[in-house]
Nanobody, 120 residues
Framework: QVQLVESGGGLVQAGGSLRLSCAASGRTFSSYAMGWFRQAPGKEREFVAA????????TYADSVKGRFTISRDNAKNTVYLQMNSLKPEDTAVYYCAADRRYSQGEYDYWGQGTQVTVSS
């Protein structure tokens, strides 16, 4: 069982930056691949980024490639999402997720989400 708690969301102007954090409980954090997803009002949840167990492999959605960076610190049981050059279309609730498999799809464990609002 893994419990995930996101933080770091907020209101930012277009072109600004935010860093999201996701703290995980449990002793086996390094056994899980981690992902970030987002859901905007009226839209389906979409994949944003994923990182492998040790952090050597990352995958990004085309819409955030070059602007967002996913990273993890296994000693702190935390995964991060550094978001730069934010756009109004990045406004969404952002969720972190954990799964033993590395994927852009289904994850077993989810956080409660943190709101990111980008003003134009």
């Amino acid at each position: 069982q893994v419990q995930l708690v996101e933080s770091g969301g907020g209101l930012v102007q277009a072109g600004g930056s935010l860093r999201l954090s996701c703290a995980a409980s449990g002793r086996t954090f390094s056994s899980y691949a981690m992902g970030w997803f987002r859901q905007a009002p009226g839209k389906e949840r979409e994949f944003v980024a994923a990182i492998s167990w040790g952090g050597s492999r990352t995958t990004y959605a085309d819409s955030v490639k070059g602007r967002f960076t996913i990273s993890r610190d296994n000693a702190k049981n935390t995964v991060y999402l550094q978001m730069n050059s934010l756009k109004p279309e990045d406004t969404a609730v952002y969720y972190c997720a954990a799964d033993r498999r590395y994927s852009q799809g289904e994850y077993d464990y989810w956080g409660q989400g943190t709101q990111v609002t980008v003003s134009s």
